[in-house]
Protein backbone atom coordinates (compact mmCIF):
# COMPACT_ATOMS: atom_id res chain seq x y z
CA UNK A 1 0.00 0.00 0.00
CA UNK A 2 1.31 3.10 -1.02
CA UNK A 3 0.87 5.85 1.96
CA UNK A 4 1.28 9.02 -0.69
CA UNK A 5 -1.79 8.12 -3.10
CA UNK A 6 -3.59 6.60 -0.16
CA UNK A 7 -3.24 10.26 1.20
CA UNK A 8 -4.44 11.65 -1.90
CA UNK A 9 -7.65 9.05 -2.76
CA UNK A 10 -8.77 9.80 1.04
CA UNK A 11 -7.82 13.94 0.76
CA UNK A 12 -10.31 13.51 -2.71
CA UNK A 13 -12.73 11.10 -1.32
CA UNK A 14 -13.68 13.12 1.77
CA UNK A 15 -13.56 16.34 0.47
CA UNK A 16 -15.94 15.37 -2.39
CA UNK A 17 -18.28 12.71 -0.51
CA UNK A 18 -18.13 15.58 2.56
CA UNK A 19 -19.94 17.62 -0.17
CA UNK A 20 -22.29 14.75 -1.54
CA UNK A 21 -23.48 13.83 1.92
CA UNK A 22 -24.33 17.36 2.73
CA UNK A 23 -26.64 17.71 -0.27
CA UNK A 24 -28.50 14.79 0.64
CA UNK A 25 -28.35 15.25 4.44
CA UNK A 26 -30.27 18.84 4.06
CA UNK A 27 -32.82 17.49 1.78
CA UNK A 28 -33.41 14.22 4.42
CA UNK A 29 -33.59 17.02 7.13
CA UNK A 30 -35.59 19.34 5.63
CA UNK A 31 -38.30 16.46 4.34
CA UNK A 32 -38.46 15.74 7.85
CA UNK A 33 -38.43 18.21 9.69
CA UNK A 34 -42.05 19.27 7.17
CA UNK A 35 -43.19 15.76 8.05
CA UNK A 36 -42.06 13.97 4.32
CA UNK A 37 -40.36 10.97 5.56
CA UNK A 38 -41.90 8.77 4.12
CA UNK A 39 -40.32 10.40 0.50
CA UNK A 40 -36.79 9.13 1.91
CA UNK A 41 -37.08 6.52 -0.43
CA UNK A 42 -36.85 8.39 -3.71
CA UNK A 43 -34.04 10.54 -2.02
CA UNK A 44 -31.74 7.08 -1.35
CA UNK A 45 -32.96 6.15 -4.84
CA UNK A 46 -31.79 9.28 -6.92
CA UNK A 47 -28.33 9.01 -4.67
CA UNK A 48 -27.66 5.35 -5.46
CA UNK A 49 -28.24 5.88 -9.22
CA UNK A 50 -25.70 8.47 -8.95
CA UNK A 51 -23.30 6.69 -7.03
CA UNK A 52 -23.63 3.94 -9.45
CA UNK A 53 -23.52 5.84 -12.99
CA UNK A 54 -20.41 7.92 -11.34
CA UNK A 55 -18.70 4.73 -10.76
CA UNK A 56 -19.00 3.29 -13.59
CA UNK A 57 -18.20 6.60 -15.79
CA UNK A 58 -14.86 6.17 -14.08
CA UNK A 59 -14.69 2.54 -14.99
CA UNK A 60 -15.20 2.78 -18.28
CA UNK A 61 -12.57 5.61 -18.69
CA UNK A 62 -10.04 3.60 -16.57
CA UNK A 63 -10.20 0.61 -18.68
CA UNK A 64 -9.50 2.73 -21.63
CA UNK A 65 -5.89 3.02 -21.01
CA UNK A 66 -5.12 -0.32 -20.87
CA UNK A 67 -5.85 -0.70 -24.72
CA UNK A 68 -3.72 2.03 -25.86
CA UNK A 69 -0.40 2.09 -27.13
CA UNK A 70 2.80 4.55 -26.89
CA UNK A 71 2.53 7.62 -27.61
CA UNK A 72 -1.35 7.65 -27.76
CA UNK A 73 -1.36 6.60 -24.09
CA UNK A 74 0.74 9.24 -22.70
CA UNK A 75 -1.41 11.69 -24.52
CA UNK A 76 -4.64 10.00 -22.61
CA UNK A 77 -3.07 10.22 -19.39
CA UNK A 78 -1.94 14.05 -19.65
CA UNK A 79 -5.32 14.83 -21.33
CA UNK A 80 -6.85 12.74 -18.44
CA UNK A 81 -4.78 14.41 -15.83
CA UNK A 82 -5.41 17.81 -17.19
CA UNK A 83 -9.29 17.45 -16.94
CA UNK A 84 -9.17 16.19 -13.98
CA UNK A 85 -7.37 19.06 -12.54
CA UNK A 86 -9.51 21.70 -14.39
CA UNK A 87 -12.79 19.81 -13.40
CA UNK A 88 -11.39 19.97 -9.56
CA UNK A 89 -10.84 23.70 -10.01
CA UNK A 90 -13.96 24.31 -11.45
CA UNK A 91 -15.17 22.72 -8.57
CA UNK A 92 -13.49 24.45 -5.88
CA UNK A 93 -14.53 28.14 -7.31
CA UNK A 94 -18.46 26.76 -7.56
CA UNK A 95 -18.25 25.82 -4.38
CA UNK A 96 -16.81 28.52 -2.74
CA UNK A 97 -19.39 31.17 -4.52
CA UNK A 98 -22.38 28.84 -3.66
CA UNK A 99 -21.97 27.41 -0.74
CA UNK A 100 -23.85 30.22 1.06
CA UNK A 101 -27.06 29.46 -0.81
CA UNK A 102 -26.65 25.97 -1.32
CA UNK A 103 -29.21 25.24 2.05
CA UNK A 104 -32.01 27.54 0.43
CA UNK A 105 -31.79 26.12 -2.99
CA UNK A 106 -32.39 22.60 -2.21
CA UNK A 107 -34.95 23.32 0.18
CA UNK A 108 -36.49 25.48 -2.41
CA UNK A 109 -36.22 22.64 -5.21
CA UNK A 110 -38.07 20.30 -2.43
CA UNK A 111 -40.88 22.05 -1.54
CA UNK A 112 -41.40 22.50 -5.62
CA UNK A 113 -41.12 19.03 -6.21
CA UNK A 114 -43.80 18.67 -3.29
CA UNK A 115 -46.19 21.39 -4.02
CA UNK A 116 -46.35 19.86 -7.57
CA UNK A 117 -47.32 16.75 -6.74
CA UNK A 118 -44.31 15.74 -8.58
CA UNK A 119 -42.69 13.33 -5.98
CA UNK A 120 -40.44 11.66 -8.16
CA UNK A 121 -39.28 14.96 -8.42
CA UNK A 122 -37.68 14.33 -5.27
CA UNK A 123 -34.94 11.20 -6.73
CA UNK A 124 -34.46 13.64 -9.89
CA UNK A 125 -33.04 16.23 -7.51
CA UNK A 126 -30.93 14.12 -5.22
CA UNK A 127 -29.66 12.13 -8.19
CA UNK A 128 -28.68 16.12 -10.14
CA UNK A 129 -27.09 17.35 -6.90
CA UNK A 130 -25.04 13.79 -6.04
CA UNK A 131 -23.86 13.19 -9.65
CA UNK A 132 -22.28 16.63 -10.28
CA UNK A 133 -19.80 15.36 -7.36
CA UNK A 134 -19.67 11.62 -8.52
CA UNK A 135 -18.07 12.69 -11.71
CA UNK A 136 -16.03 15.43 -10.24
CA UNK A 137 -14.69 12.90 -8.27
CA UNK A 138 -14.47 9.49 -10.67
CA UNK A 139 -12.78 12.25 -12.82
CA UNK A 140 -10.41 13.57 -10.01
CA UNK A 141 -9.52 10.13 -8.90
CA UNK A 142 -8.96 9.23 -12.80
CA UNK A 143 -6.42 11.59 -13.11
CA UNK A 144 -4.78 10.52 -9.65
CA UNK A 145 -5.01 6.79 -10.23
CA UNK A 146 -3.34 7.92 -14.13
CA UNK A 147 -0.62 9.88 -12.18
CA UNK A 148 -0.07 6.31 -9.84
CA UNK A 149 0.10 3.68 -12.68
CA UNK A 150 3.82 4.02 -12.77
CA UNK A 151 4.44 3.38 -8.98
CA UNK A 152 3.81 0.37 -7.48
CA UNK A 153 -0.09 -0.01 -6.23
CA UNK A 154 -0.48 3.37 -6.29
CA UNK A 155 -3.80 3.09 -8.29
CA UNK A 156 -5.27 0.55 -5.93
CA UNK A 157 -3.98 3.19 -2.98
CA UNK A 158 -5.75 5.54 -4.53
CA UNK A 159 -8.75 3.84 -4.49
CA UNK A 160 -8.62 2.52 -1.31
CA UNK A 161 -8.32 6.20 0.31
CA UNK A 162 -11.12 7.24 -1.71
CA UNK A 163 -13.45 4.47 -0.05
CA UNK A 164 -12.37 5.13 3.41
CA UNK A 165 -12.86 9.18 2.36
CA UNK A 166 -16.48 8.20 1.40
CA UNK A 167 -17.24 6.31 4.60
CA UNK A 168 -15.81 9.14 6.96
CA UNK A 169 -17.77 11.09 4.92
CA UNK A 170 -20.86 9.14 5.30
CA UNK A 171 -20.49 9.23 8.86
CA UNK A 172 -20.43 13.12 8.72
CA UNK A 173 -23.05 13.36 6.94
CA UNK A 174 -25.20 11.02 9.67
CA UNK A 175 -23.84 14.00 11.66
CA UNK A 176 -25.28 17.08 9.34
CA UNK A 177 -28.42 15.05 9.24
CA UNK A 178 -28.88 14.69 13.45
CA UNK A 179 -28.09 18.07 13.46
CA UNK A 180 -24.77 17.65 15.20
CA UNK A 181 -22.12 20.16 14.61
CA UNK A 182 -19.45 18.21 13.86
CA UNK A 183 -16.87 20.46 12.33
CA UNK A 184 -16.82 23.97 10.60
CA UNK A 185 -17.91 23.46 7.64
CA UNK A 186 -16.18 26.68 6.65
CA UNK A 187 -13.22 25.63 7.22
CA UNK A 188 -13.43 22.34 6.04
CA UNK A 189 -13.81 23.62 2.31
CA UNK A 190 -11.40 26.21 2.95
CA UNK A 191 -8.54 24.28 3.83
CA UNK A 192 -9.38 20.84 1.49
CA UNK A 193 -9.79 23.68 -0.97
CA UNK A 194 -6.04 24.78 -0.69
CA UNK A 195 -4.65 21.17 0.04
CA UNK A 196 -6.82 20.22 -3.46
CA UNK A 197 -4.82 23.13 -5.92
CA UNK A 198 -1.69 21.33 -4.73
CA UNK A 199 -3.07 18.21 -5.82
CA UNK A 200 -4.26 19.71 -9.24
CA UNK A 201 -0.97 21.69 -9.63
CA UNK A 202 0.96 17.92 -9.57
CA UNK A 203 -1.82 16.47 -11.56
CA UNK A 204 -1.06 19.45 -14.15
CA UNK A 205 2.82 19.46 -13.91
CA UNK A 206 2.27 15.34 -14.77
CA UNK A 207 0.58 16.19 -18.07
CA UNK A 208 3.16 18.50 -18.95
CA UNK A 209 5.70 15.58 -18.06
CA UNK A 210 4.00 12.97 -19.96
CA UNK A 211 3.68 15.32 -23.03
CA UNK A 212 7.05 15.70 -23.19
CA UNK A 213 7.46 12.51 -23.13
CA UNK A 214 5.22 11.59 -25.80
CA UNK A 215 7.19 14.35 -28.04
CA UNK A 216 4.15 16.76 -28.01
CA UNK A 217 6.10 19.36 -26.21
CA UNK A 218 9.75 20.00 -27.21
CA UNK A 219 11.11 22.96 -25.13
CA UNK A 220 12.19 23.24 -20.92
CA UNK A 221 13.56 19.39 -21.75
CA UNK A 222 16.23 19.83 -19.49
CA UNK A 223 15.92 19.21 -15.76
CA UNK A 224 15.92 22.76 -13.60
CA UNK A 225 17.84 20.89 -10.97
CA UNK A 226 18.41 17.46 -9.14
CA UNK A 227 18.29 16.88 -5.74
CA UNK A 228 17.87 13.06 -5.67
CA UNK A 229 21.13 12.72 -3.78
CA UNK A 230 19.18 14.26 -1.19
CA UNK A 231 15.31 13.93 -1.40
CA UNK A 232 14.87 10.93 -4.19
CA UNK A 233 11.29 10.86 -5.56
CA UNK A 234 10.98 7.38 -6.94
CA UNK A 235 10.47 3.74 -5.13
CA UNK A 236 13.59 2.91 -5.86
CA UNK A 237 15.49 5.48 -4.07
CA UNK A 238 13.44 4.10 -0.49
CA UNK A 239 12.67 8.04 0.74
CA UNK A 240 9.20 8.01 2.58
CA UNK A 241 8.68 11.30 1.98
CA UNK A 242 10.21 11.93 -1.32
CA UNK A 243 7.28 9.66 -2.45
CA UNK A 244 4.45 11.07 -0.53
CA UNK A 245 4.88 14.30 -1.87
CA UNK A 246 5.39 12.92 -5.06
CA UNK A 247 2.13 11.05 -4.78
CA UNK A 248 0.07 14.01 -3.21
CA UNK A 249 1.70 17.09 -4.81
CA UNK A 250 3.42 15.63 -8.03
CA UNK A 251 7.20 16.57 -6.29
CA UNK A 252 10.30 15.46 -8.67
CA UNK A 253 13.63 15.69 -7.57
CA UNK A 254 14.76 16.28 -11.07
CA UNK A 255 11.99 18.47 -12.98
CA UNK A 256 11.89 19.90 -16.16
CA UNK A 257 11.96 23.30 -16.64
CA UNK A 258 8.78 23.27 -18.15
CA UNK A 259 6.85 21.17 -15.77
CA UNK A 260 8.39 23.02 -12.83
CA UNK A 261 7.21 26.71 -14.46
CA UNK A 262 3.77 25.08 -15.21
CA UNK A 263 3.36 23.77 -11.45
CA UNK A 264 4.17 27.26 -10.17
CA UNK A 265 2.08 29.09 -12.56
CA UNK A 266 -0.95 27.00 -11.60
CA UNK A 267 -0.15 27.00 -7.88
CA UNK A 268 0.59 31.02 -7.68
CA UNK A 269 -2.54 31.69 -9.98
CA UNK A 270 -5.53 29.44 -8.60
CA UNK A 271 -4.65 29.35 -4.62
CA UNK A 272 -4.29 33.58 -5.55
CA UNK A 273 -7.59 33.32 -6.42
CA UNK A 274 -9.27 30.79 -4.42
CA UNK A 275 -8.03 32.96 -1.34
CA UNK A 276 -9.54 35.80 -1.90
CA UNK A 277 -12.69 37.53 -0.15
CA UNK A 278 -16.30 35.91 -1.33
CA UNK A 279 -18.46 38.78 -1.80
CA UNK A 280 -22.08 37.87 0.32
CA UNK A 281 -24.72 36.59 -2.37
CA UNK A 282 -28.38 37.35 -1.63
CA UNK A 283 -29.76 33.64 -0.29
CA UNK A 284 -32.58 32.11 -2.09
CA UNK A 285 -35.87 32.55 -0.87
CA UNK A 286 -37.90 29.86 0.71
CA UNK A 287 -41.35 29.62 0.25
CA UNK A 288 -42.84 30.03 3.98
CA UNK A 289 -46.41 27.54 4.03
CA UNK A 290 -45.17 23.68 2.97
CA UNK A 291 -47.24 21.13 2.17
CA UNK A 292 -47.06 17.91 5.00
CA UNK A 293 -48.09 15.30 2.27
CA UNK A 294 -47.67 14.74 -1.58
CA UNK A 295 -49.91 13.01 -4.03
Known sequence: ?????????????????????????IILAYL??????????????GTAAAIVLSAAVGAVLWLTIGGLKSPA????????MLLAAAVVTWMLFWMRRTAANIKGELQAGVDRALTDGR????????????????????????????????EHAGAASTLVGALIGMLIAGLLGYGFYRGARV???????????????????GLVSRAA????????????????????AVLPSEPAG??????????????????????????????????????????PHKPASVPTSLPARGS
Do not use: C
Not at 3 to 25: D, N, P, Y
Not at 32 to 45: D, H, P, S, V
Not at 73 to 80: L, R
Open 32 to 45: ARTGNQRRFGRIWL
Open 119 to 150: VWALAILAFSAVIREGIETALFLLGQATAATT
Open 73 to 80: EEYFEGSA
Open 209 to 228: HEFIGAGLIGFGTSAAFDIS
Open 183 to 201: INLARFFRWTGVALVFIAG
Open 238 to 279: GNLLGQVLRAVFGYSSTPEWTTLVTWLLYVVGVLGLYLQPVK
Open 1 to 25: MDIGFLTTGLLTGLREGVEAALIVS
